[in-house]
């Protein structure tokens, strides 16, 4: 015969100890709170303190939340049938000293304890970004990190395009984009940003309105301008980090060296024909630019796509790789290609990461006390005098 829900509340019932309002409040010991509630609950309110984990993902992720599985923790739902459930199953997982809250948080609120209003999502950014909110590394508390990032890309072309997208559609909070360009024909092969309907209008007006229609919750800050010694620094400063996504030499150098005034990483991204790149320069902790590249090439050497040309997909793959890399900086997870150069092959499929070091002898990040000058290279990448 099948058991029903409080059957399965009565088995567990017998095994789970329970703790009044009263007892918890009176406790020292400091015990772990975990709110098994789903996210629109916590609209009406939080234990202060209390490790938000949902019921329905408490198996995959509580042994990341609470590593010791000694600890005093005491579980909490709304009306403290959830929690005895998810505290059986959390014996079941081997802590040796897990309760649940009687009554669970609507005894609490009407016993007269403290509670915080709750800073979290709306309904409609939990349903926007549900996806994120069950995944491990993210949920609500990197959700909402990712709502108050700043993030500022240079370029609205064919990697600013990709990157602008993901960047938007992931919920970064504030999108800054530098650009002084209008959309032409010869943009829509590859800036996916744009249409026909831009041509001639600047390319941070078209931005803006495609990645607002695409979420609301970004804010959107157009800088219709090229990036240049004069106006570098205060472009980029109070921004969390920076995507290049300039498709000319003298605009990396430039990027680079205001980076290393403003101590914020650059995600480095460029393309040529079939093959791209992808870097993070974090200032002072790995190489930078110039690390790798001290000089400008002379423009023989280094061909625009408007002269050598370019694959339409490839800045998509490399420009998508660029939001990846921005958000798991601002996520602080996995492993942020700082000190490691990505290098990738459209015809051949085959990508490659190449350790790069930091040059002690760097012109440019040698010395943390004194961060380079910032120059304009003209069209030769010679400084302009």
């Known amino acids: 015969m099948a058991r029903t829900y409080q ?11 329970e703790v ?23 609209l009406l309110g939080i234990i202060e303190g209390a490790v938000p984990i949902p019921r329905g993902i408490l198996e995959y992720t509580v042994t990341e939340k609470v590593p010791n599985r000694e600890a005093a ?4 739902c709304s009306a403290g049938h959830r929690s005895v459930l998810a505290a ?3 014996q079941q997982l081997g802590y040796t000293n ?5 009554g669970g948080f609507n005894a609490w609120k009407q ?12 309904i409609e950014q939990q349903a926007r970004y549900s996806r994120h909110l069950i995944l491990q590394g993210v949920g609500e508390t990197g959700q909402q990190q990712l709502l108050k990032a700043r993030v500022l890309l240079i370029g609205a072309g064919g990697l600013g395009s990709p990157a602008a997208l993901y960047l938007a559609a992931a919920g970064i909070g504030t999108l800054g984009i530098v650009d002084g360009d209008r959309v032409d024909a010869s943009n829509l092969q590859r800036q996916v940003l744009h249409d026909i309907n831009g041509i001639g209008r600047l390319k941070v007006e078209t931005a803006a309105g495609r990645l607002t229609a695409l979420n609301p919750d970004v804010s959107l800050e157009a800088h219709p301008t090229r990036l240049t010694a004069d106006n570098a620094i205060n472009l980029m400063k109070g921004y969390d980090l920076v995507v290049d996504g300039s498709d000319n030499f003298p605009t990396r150098y430039l990027i680079n060296d205001a980076s290393l005034h403003l101590g914020i990483p650059v995600v480095h991204g460029s393309i040529f024909r079939f093959e791209g790149q992808l870097s993070v320069f974090s200032p002072y902790e790995g190489p930078c630019y110039r690390c790798l590249f001290p000089m400008p090439p002379p423009p023989e050497l280094a061909p625009s796509c408007a002269e050598a040309g370019v694959l339409g997909v490839l800045p998509g793959i490399i420009g998508s790789l660029q939001a990846m890399e921005a958000i798991k900086l601002i996520l602080d997870i996995g492993e942020p290609l700082v000190g490691s150069l990505l290098t990738y092959d459209a015809l051949d499929e085959h990508f490659q990461t190449l350790r790069i070091e930091r040059d002690p002898a760097c012109t440019a990040c040698h010395d943390p006390a ?5 120059v ?3 069209e030769t990448c010679l400084p302009v005098p």
């Open 7 to 17: 059957d399965l509340v009565a088995a567990a019932l017998r095994d789970v100890p």
């Open 20 to 42: 009044t309002v009263a007892q918890l409040a009176a406790r020292t010991d400091g015990p772990t709170l975990i709110d098994v509630r789903e996210p629109d609950e916590h």
């Open 73 to 76: 923790v005491v579980v909490y």
């Open 88 to 90: 059986a199953v959390m």
């Open 98 to 102: 897990v309760a649940s809250l009687q």
């Open 111 to 122: 016993t007269g304890q403290t509670w915080s209003e709750s800073d979290g999502l709306t």
């Open 370 to 374: 004194n961060p380079p000058t910032l």
């Open 376 to 378: 304009d290279y003209d």
